[in-house]
């Protein structure tokens, strides 16, 4: 199960206190997601990471839906972005919405920091463990959240789909 937290930060203060805790620093991504439509709670994309000549399939089922914390994710490389798309067009699917970002990696133990630029919205940091054990790595989760001086009120429930729909609707 993934489990991840998504705060609303500062890129470059976010970096900075990331660092400032030892994590390592993993690689940087440069992401395009296409998003198809699907009712929620499952989310279908195909994500190009431009920077890296890789792509990927990812079906994901949201097991908390409104808190958008917890994840039952299949994930697999494909070969070719565009053909990738073009196959689940010509499926019937409908593409949502595309997500561009910047992306930067970190791991300290157990625990991934993906800190985000997001074309259109700005900074977030999603902190994420692996586990079957929901509980144990929410506590992991936190802990390093406190320590980044993060807090309940930083956090952002909401998907990138949803954020940039609203941001392009002028609602906020």
């Avoid at 489990?3 to 900075?16: C, I, L, N, P, T």
């Avoid at 972005?81 to 409908?94: A, M, N, P, S």
């Amino acid at each position: 199960m993934e489990v991840e937290v998504k705060f609303r930060v500062d890129f470059e203060d976010a970096k900075q206190k990331i660092e400032s805790l030892g994590a390592a620093f993993v690689r940087e991504e440069l992401q395009e997601d296409i998003y198809f439509s699907l009712p929620l709670p499952k989310l279908l994309r195909v994500r190009k990471l431009g920077n890296l000549g890789k792509a990927f399939l990812t079906y994901k089922e949201i097991k908390d839906p409104g808190r958008n914390e917890e994840f039952d994710e299949i994930e697999v490389e494909v070969s070719d972005f565009d053909r990738t798309v073009e196959i689940f067009r010509r499926l019937g699917f409908k593409e949502d919405i595309v997500v561009k970002k910047k992306r930067l990696v970190y791991r300290l133990g157990d625990v991934t920091f993906e800190l985000n630029d997001v074309e259109g919205l700005g900074g977030f940091l999603d902190i994420e463990v692996i586990s079957e054990d929901v509980n144990d790595a929410k506590r992991k989760i936190w802990e390093v959240a406190r320590e980044l001086g993060l807090s309940e009120e930083d956090v952002e429930p909401r998907l990138y789909q949803e954020l940039l729909r609203e941001a392009k609707s002028g609602k906020k």
